[in-house]
């Protein structure tokens, strides 16, 4: 008898140790499908400096470099980021 | 991109370069340009450091493969190298509020 009620309380514990690890990792997938609705907050915010980059681009003869920091003191830019070619938007 | 496009005159009449940014190839970015009839440029970010210094990368699954792209963002970035308003998924589709920005920057300076 004795054995068994050691037994009975090492299952319980093994429940309550391990039980709540069962239920967090679901907790945590439904937050995940809540933050997928409400958007990420952005890294970069209004006022801050803009990371300086140099990527390069095809205008149908050659490939050109061109660098955020050559418009500096000349234009401002809009910086358009989209998916992917041959995607809406 | 076809947005920006119709709108690139606005833009321009505010001293403001548009500069597209995809994770594509130089290539498939031109070849996507001269379909859709845009003529600004469209800067192959291959691997997606740019997007990434930019915090704009973003995963998805479809069919349980896993994939990386660029989350939709517009920044504008005036001439000292600040950014001065910002735009991202779907308010960064169409450009007005870009234009908006644009000309109120056009007002002060």
Avoid at chain 1, 26 to 54: I, R
Avoid at chain 2, 11 to 22: H, K
Wanted: with cysteine.
């Amino acid at each position: 008898m004795r054995i068994e009620s050691k037994r009975l309380v090492c299952l319980g514990l093994l429940i309550l140790m391990f039980g709540p690890a069962h239920i967090l990792p679901a907790q945590s997938k439904s937050a995940d499908n809540n933050e997928k609705q409400a958007p990420a907050p952005m890294k970069l915010k209004v006022g801050d400096a803009a990371p300086d980059f140099t990527l390069l681009a095809f205008d149908g003869k050659e490939l050109k470099k061109v660098s955020l920091q050559d418009y500096r003191g000349k234009k401002n830019v809009a910086l358009a980021f989209f998916v992917f070619a041959f995607t809406g938007g | 991109m076809k947005a920006f496009q119709q709108n690139l005159s606005k833009l321009e009449g505010t001293d403001t370069q548009v500069l597209g940014v995809s994770m594509d190839s130089p290539f498939s970015n031109f070849a996507f340009a001269q379909q859709n009839g845009v003529s600004f440029p469209i800067l192959g970010d291959w691997g997606g450091p740019v997007t990434r210094r930019y915090g704009l990368i973003q995963k998805f699954d479809i069919q349980g493969v896993s994939m990386e792209s660029a989350r939709r963002a517009t920044f504008l970035i005036d001439k000292t190298g600040k950014i001065i308003n910002e735009q991202v998924d779907d308010t960064a589709v169409d450009p007005s509020k870009t234009v908006g920005a644009c000309e109120r920057q056009k007002l002060k300076g």
